[in-house]
């Protein structure tokens, strides 16, 4: 009898998990992200700066500006408590702040590189150091923030800014260093004129499926294979479902930034050989002479590892550092890993350049 | 609120989509039909997964008539599985070798899954050890077919032919909308792209104002003015300085008139005195008084006191 209940019992437990698994596919990932407190202190057409509460007394006089990439959305600096670059800099008594473009509309499909690094990047810079009552500040760019960083940085060197940590930043963009990327967008099979003047703005669905094209098995198969593992075994979901939602939850890429970023970049490799102009501003990364952290993910396919590196013999800086993490474009960012090694060496990096 | 219409009349956006739908269609049948066709069917690695499928189905519902064990299943299925991909590599419509290098995956695992004889019951155990067991080779087989000129060229025309498709459509709704005089996502973006601007105007507002708070504009901040009523208050002490000095200067030249004047007075009594001495001398002449000496300014100040001792020489 007792042997029948347990049976039944473990029926019904399965019955449950696979209605679960089952609810995520269908209904799609669902999860509390970007949880630290924060508070919305400037906005500009979609774009907003949100600065994080404090949490502890604040240490360091140099507030830290995070800026992400205009794809996919930036809670991922900051996806769950706990597990959070955003929080555990807040603990450690750092004054941040992060820029989020928004969603774009389809107002917004002749927004270019000048529009986000000339006219959003500088007056979010003042109110960064306005709010924060300093002086200097540090910039940190991730994935194409890390690009529009340096390009930023090149253009406005010296005070106020500080340091400049560039996290999976492309900045050579020649074929033979941008694996798959490099041959989907090369000139003869892509034409980003033709799909901006269809799309206006490139669709979110769109951008996400060329990404995870360039890794289908894992992205496709394996993730999902992981996360039945984990609900059968009764593993906490938390993670997998803020990664699954940030992962889907991809956002349309403004047209004319897109036509810039495929043509200019991919395709003419332009930023490497300063023909990069913005508003007839040359774009010459030799100006960066600040102190740099330069991050980089031996796995990361759409970032690689060259495509960062060549950033160190372009920057004049003298305080320079090219620091590798054996990890993918977003493991290098979250998780175990991440709390083991990139966290405690933005902040050690940081501590001695904060005072 | 549109700007101006087209002559033609509404074109149904839905033909535009049904004409790209065939055109699509012919495309992929071409593929299926031999391979020979410019295209490959991205759909067609699936299309004999799902064959197996039911193919397994069928085989179940008969092996259901009598008392089967699940790894039993498992096994039917995967043989199933293996038996329809077979079939598919053989009739061809393959440009890119897909199904050949599927089936290869497929006969490999199957060795590996089944042979220790413990091919589990549950069926996400089974999913998994078979994923555990083809991921490798899968991920490096798409990976090479991704990366590879022929597919990136096929998907390349994909592209161009979904993105016409959709401009066109995009206009045909465009047009269609207009024409029965309904706003479209154009017309929004529009007075979107106006209230941005109107935002934009107001940014700037907002920073001249930061700017003047923070002392970033040339406008008189407080510090300016303190520092300006300061020079000013040095400049006005200076000018007072100046003005008591004029005023010395005024004092000094009343004290000149004020002497000049002094002096007239004096020339004038030292004439009334002459002129007094001068009668005194007549005077003494005619009384016989010793007046030899002459009078000393002392005296000549103060004609009284040199008169009483005129006297008392006259009395002695």
């Known amino acids: ?355 | 609120m549109a700007e101006g219409s087209k002559a033609q009349g509404p074109v149904n956006p839905l033909d535009f989509w049904k004409q790209w739908s065939e055109t699509s269609t012919a495309m992929w049948t071409n593929v299926l039909e031999g391979g020979k066709g410019t295209f490959v069917d991205p759909y067609g690695l699936y299309r004999p997964w799902l064959h197996s499928i039911e193919v397994a189905q069928e085989q179940m519902k008969e092996s259901a008539k009598g008392t089967i064990e699940p790894t039993e299943l498992r096994k039917q299925w995967y043989e199933a599985a293996i038996g329809a991909w077979a079939k598919a590599a053989e009739m061809g419509g393959d440009p890119l070798g897909l199904t050949a290098q599927w089936l290869e995956i497929m006969e490999e695992n199957r060795s590996k899954i089944f042979s220790g004889g413990t091919v589990p019951a549950d069926p996400f155990t089974f999913i998994k050890q078979w994923y555990d067991a083809s991921s490798d080779t899968w991920a490096k087989i798409v990976g090479d077919i991704i990366g590879n000129e022929k597919f990136v060229e096929n998907a390349s025309q994909f592209i161009e032919s979904y993105t016409s498709y959709y401009m066109a459509t995009r206009r045909a709704n465009e047009d269609y909308f207009r024409n029965l005089q309904l706003p479209t996502r154009s017309d929004l973006a529009r007075v979107a792209e106006i209230i941005v601007a109107l935002e934009e105007k107001v940014d700037r507002l907002d920073d001249a104002l930061d700017d003047i708070e923070d002392g970033n504009s040339q406008v008189a901040t407080k510090d300016v003015i303190t520092e300006l009523e300061g020079r000013l208050s040095r400049v006005e002490k200076r000018l007072d300085a100046i003005s008591s000095a004029l005023e010395k200067l005024e004092t000094v030249e009343k004290l000149a008139k004020h002497t000049e004047g002094m002096e007239k007075k004096l020339d004038k009594v030292l004439e009334a005195f002459a002129k007094n001495e001068a009668s005194i001398s007549s005077t003494a002449t005619e009384v016989d008084v010793v007046a030899t000496r002459k009078p000393t300014r002392k005296n000549a100040r103060n004609p009284k006191a040199n008169g009483s001792k005129v006297e008392a020489k006259q009395t002695v």
């Open chain 1, 1 to 355: 009898m007792t042997s029948e209940n347990d049976t039944q019992l473990d029926i019904e437990s399965n019955l449950k998990k696979y209605e679960a698994g089952l609810q995520i596919i269908v209904e799609g990932a669902r999860a509390d992200t970007g949880q630290t407190p924060k508070e919305i202190i400037w906005t500009k057409n979609k774009a907003k700066l949100y600065h994080y509460e404090p949490t502890v007394e604040k240490k360091y006089p140099v507030p830290i500006l995070l800026v992400y990439a205009l794809i996919n959305r930036p809670y991922v600096l900051d996806l769950m408590p706990g597990n959070s670059l955003v929080e555990y800099l807040v603990n450690h008594g750092f004054d941040v702040f992060m820029l989020d473009w928004g969603i774009p509309g389809d107002e917004d499909s002749n927004l270019t590189f000048e529009n986000y690094v000339l006219d959003y990047m500088p007056r979010a810079v003042k109110k960064v150091l306005r709010t924060a009552h300093a002086e200097e500040f540090t910039l940190l760019g991730y994935c194409m923030g890390g690009t529009m960083a340096a390009m930023y940085t090149a253009l406005f060197p010296g005070k106020p800014l500080r340091n400049l940590i560039l996290m999976t930043a492309p900045i050579d963009f020649t074929a033979e260093n941008t694996g798959l990327y490099g041959l989907w967008t090369n000139e003869k099979y892509l034409n980003p004129d033709h799909m901006a003047a269809a799309f206006g703005n490139i669709p979110g669905d769109l951008v996400d499926t060329g990404n995870r094209l360039a890794k289908p098995v894992t992205n496709y198969v394996g993730s999902y294979v992981t996360m039945w593992d984990r609900i059968l075994q009764g593993k906490p979901m938390d993670t997998w479902l803020a990664m699954n939602k940030w992962v889907n939850d991809g956002i349309p890429f403004p047209g004319a930034a897109f036509r810039q970023w495929i043509r200019e970049f991919y395709q003419q490799n332009k930023l490497v050989k300063g023909e990069i102009r913005l508003r007839g501003m040359r774009v010459d990364l030799s100006a960066i002479n600040c102190a740099v952290l330069n991050i980089a993910g031996k796995k990361d396919h759409i970032c690689t590892l060259p495509q960062a590196e060549a950033t160190m013999n372009l920057i004049s800086s003298e305080d320079k550092e090219f620091f590798v993490l054996d990890s993918g474009h977003v493991g290098l960012l979250t998780g175990s890993d991440a709390k083991k090694s990139l966290w405690p060496k933005i902040l050690s990096w940081l501590e001695l350049r904060s005072k």
